[in-house]
Nanobody, 114 residues
Framework: QVQFVESGGGLVQPGGSLRLSCAVSGISLNPWIMGWYRQAPGKQRELVASITGGRDTYYGDFVKGRFTISRDNTLTTVFLQMNSLKPEDTAVYYC????????WGQGTQVNVSS
């Protein structure tokens, strides 16, 4: 059974940092381009960043220079280092391959507020 389990969210002040983790089970990470997505209240889910097996990365303009995606294929884990957080980064964050029809995890809540 394929599962994506996100963790590492929490409440942080503007300008703070968080490191999210996504533990993947049931599939090998190697063939897949893995993405971090987020969904804010009342908004559609959007792609935040993605990383290929070769570690080529993509970032949405709204997080460039602030977020860093990485992956550890041995541990089947994907990470998202988030720095200089802004209130508009508040959302539930999910990981998932960017192609295919995979189940979604529960996500991890990130709240950026003073």
């Amino acid at each position: 059974q394929v599962q994506f389990v996100e963790s590492g969210g929490g409440l942080v002040q503007p300008g703070g940092s968080l490191r999210l983790s996504c533990a993947v089970s049931g599939i090998s990470l190697n063939p897949w381009i893995m993405g971090w997505y987020r969904q804010a209240p009342g908004k559609q889910r959007e792609l935040v960043a993605s990383i290929t097996g070769g570690r080529d990365t993509y970032y949405g303009d709204f997080v460039k220079g602030r977020f860093t995606i990485s992956r550890d294929n041995t541990l089947t884990t994907v990470f998202l280092q988030m720095n200089s957080l802004k209130p508009e980064d508040t959302a539930v964050y999910y990981c998932n391959p960017i192609t295919g029809n995979w189940p979604w995890g529960q996500g991890t809540q990130v709240n950026v507020s003073s």
